[in-house]
């Protein structure tokens, strides 16, 4: 943290840390207190004690230097712990984001190659059945990749072919993008207005070149329009769980909103200051001080997209005001064993030496007094007499001062405590929030490959050709290459016997028939929008140096094109589980200021009964069966919580959250499937 960005907002923080105010309150009138017991001394002691005195006024001069230490390091320490917990939610706005606009850059460049939008193209039978048929399929992708609300198939003369809003009346596009898309080798992405979609104002859309099969040429555009709106709704209902004193934003490249968590008080289309390079800075909504922090994203997968920002802006009247909440600490476990507590009672041991120093003083004093009481000289037995109260008075003041340390950094350990529970608590809710993000994206996939025509056309012969294979291979191994989380990507006849891989590694499984459970059931399904899942158990269709390891099998059926109540197959998607999931645990771990995981933290996906399903610690494996605590194990559906936990010297902020699902992922498209995310961070 920056002391001296602390140091320039200090009045603007300290008008909101009544805790630390009071705290210079007290201490400024124990000094004064201090001063008058030393005046007192100095009227009355002076000849007898005059080197004791100086001694007492050097001892207030060190005090006076440790409560400046003291009252600076309450300050920094509580802006640390706010500009920590906004940081965190900053990160979390953008990253969040950025995973799913991942997925939707694959999302058009495979259906821009979706053979029957092609030959739709091709054909240019743009009649009403023609445009229809095209429709539906459309409408079939939607209903499971339900984050677009509009798509659109225009010609390469911008006209629009098919798209699926109906109160959206659509013939012609001159929108720039359609010329930009062309001339593209992959997708763009773009946020502004556009003919597409008149009077939404800004829309965020993906476009790619639809293209002649053979000559490669561009024929048409796809126009993928993204629920940017209700994404970001979603986002911010979620993280809002956090704190609700907090305006989270995301910011475009100049600093200006391109989504509001509180459009009252940070209306949409306004710019921020972005302060990119400061740790926070001070800015103002609705004519009230916020303390904000702005990040970029991390990235996913080398996927950066358009240059915007998380920020997060929270109420400084209310930002220091938290507390311990319910929490019960044991204050003398914390200061023993929380690494961070070292820093925070420095002052406070630099303060028992000098008081320590000072009871000597005392011890001396009262001695000399005793001594010089029994002088002839009169004064030195009146000033002797005198010495004593003045003695003490000075040890009851610099007692209630170190008692003032005690409690001052005691607090503030506990409130360093209760924010790294709180911290601890939000990371496994990300966790499991992401890892049902990203598994709602892989039950979409198999369901919409599921509909490939070729796959449908292929199945529904007597006998496969080699020739229908190979394409079916193909297919399989492009679709891949665009997703890259599955390992193996195959589909199964209604005997469940594998007839092509996308791996060509896999190509020896081809031929082998399936006998698993949700392999059956997948072969009994005639609804498009249904799948199955395998359970989490080791597969050898997902090995490593020939050693079967845990996943997830997603699955959904072929059925025939003229007979959809037909089954003539499934597909089979292997999802790369180890990397996967150590990837979504290890970006939820809290960061040093270096950008490396912090020492001693580790996060788990775990169900409920204790069975891991991945782990950062390498000592725990997928399959390995852990002892939950009793609380974690009651979590039901979207619940969160956090404990401290003693593991012999050491301590931890362990947090847990139950999944709730994302969308209609496991909130009602029958698939259940109850896990925990945990994080668990030294403290």
Not at 231 to 241: D, N
Not at 477 to 504: K, M, Q, W
Request: aromatic share 8%; glycine share 8%.
């Amino acid at each position: 943290m920056n002391r001296e960005l602390v140091k320039r907002h200090e009045q603007t923080l300290l008008q909101a840390m009544h805790a630390v105010a009071e705290c210079r309150s007290v201490l400024g009138r124990l000094d004064r207190q201090w001063t008058r017991a030393t005046l007192t001394g100095k009227i009355n002691c002076s000849r007898i004690a005059q080197t004791l005195i100086d001694f007492i006024i050097a001892t207030q001069d060190n005090f006076a230097t440790l409560q400046l230490n003291l009252l600076d390091t309450l300050v920094v320490e509580n802006t640390q712990k706010v500009v920590l917990e906004i940081s965190a939610v900053a990160q979390v706005a953008i990253d969040i984001l950025k995973r799913n606009l991942f997925e939707r850059t694959a999302d058009v460049g495979f259906l821009a190659t979706d053979d029957d939008i092609v030959q739709f193209l091709l054909t240019g039978d743009f009649d009403r059945p023609a445009v229809a048929a095209i429709e539906d399929r459309l409408t079939e992708y939607r209903n499971k990749y339900t984050v677009y609300w509009e798509i659109v198939v225009l010609s390469a003369d911008g006209d629009v072919c098919a798209h699926l809003d109906r109160d959206n009346p659509l013939t012609r596009s001159s929108d720039p993008l359609l010329a930009e898309a062309m001339a593209a080798a992959q997708y763009v992405e773009t946020y502004g207005p556009t003919d597409l979609a008149p009077g939404r104002g800004n829309v965020l859309a993906y476009s790619q070149a639809i293209r002649h099969p053979q000559s490669g040429q561009p024929i048409g555009v796809l126009v993928l329009l993204f629920d940017f709106e209700g994404e970001m709704a979603g986002i911010f209902e979620s993280l809002k769980r956090s704190s609700d004193d907090i305006v989270i934003m995301i910011l475009d490249a100049a600093g200006r909103a391109i989504a509001s968590s509180d459009t009252a008080h940070a209306p949409v289309g306004h710019s921020y200051p972005l302060a990119l390079h400061e740790d926070f800075h001070i800015a103002q909504l609705a004519g009230e001080a916020y303390l904000a922090r702005t990040l970029p994203t991390k990235g996913y997968q080398g996927f950066i997209g358009l240059p915007w920002y998380g920020q997060v802006q929270k109420r400084v009247a209310t930002a220091f005001a938290n507390g311990v909440g319910n929490h019960q600490f044991d204050e003398a476990a914390i200061r023993k064993n929380a690494i961070f507590s070292a820093r925070l009672i420095t002052v406070e041991e630099a303060s028992e030496n000098v008081l320590s120093d000072l009871e000597l003083v005392v011890q001396n004093g009262e001695i000399m007094a005793a001594k010089k009481s029994v002088e002839s000289d009169l004064s030195e037995r009146v000033e002797a007499q005198a010495l004593p109260h003045v003695l003490g008075e000075v040890k009851k003041i610099g007692d209630q001062v170190q008692h003032v340390f005690q409690e001052s950094t005691g607090g503030l350990l506990k409130l360093v405590t209760a924010s790294r529970l709180h911290d601890a608590q939000f990371l496994a809710a990300l966790s499991i929030d992401i890892m049902d993000r990203n598994l709602y994206e892989r039950a979409n996939d198999c369901r919409w490959w599921a509909l490939t025509s070729d796959f449908r056309r292929f199945l529904d012969k007597p006998r496969l050709p080699e020739t229908d294979r190979a394409r079916m291979r193909e297919i399989l191994a492009y679709i891949n290459s665009l997703y890259t989380v599955y390992t193996n990507l195959f589909v199964y006849d209604r005997e469940g016997r594998i007839v092509a891989c996308s791996n060509p590694d896999e190509h020896r499984q081809e031929g082998r028939v399936l006998t698993d459970r949700h392999v059956a059931e997948t072969l009994s399904i005639t609804d498009s929008q249904l799948y199955r899942v395998s359970d989490f158990a080791p597969s050898d269709l997902y090995e490593a140096a020939g050693q079967p390891r845990h996943t997830y099998i997603y699955n959904a059926p072929i059925t025939a094109i003229e007979r959809p109540d037909t089954v003539l197959g499934g597909i089979g998607i292997v999802f790369d589980a180890e990397p996967q999931f150590l990837s979504m645990l290890n970006d939820c771990l809290p960061r040093d200021g270096q950008g490396g995981i912090l020492a001693g933290s580790e996060g788990m996906f775990v169900e409920p009964g204790g069975r891991i399903v991945a782990s950062t610690n390498p000592e725990h494996a997928p399959g390995d069966v852990i002892d939950l605590a009793g609380l974690f194990c009651q979590l039901s559906c979207g619940q969160i919580t956090a404990h401290l936990v003693a593991e012999g010297d050491k301590l931890y902020a362990v947090g847990c959250a139950h999944a709730a699902g994302y969308r209609e992922f496991k909130r009602g498209d029958g698939y259940v499937n109850d896990l925990l995310g945990v994080v668990k961070v030294r403290i």
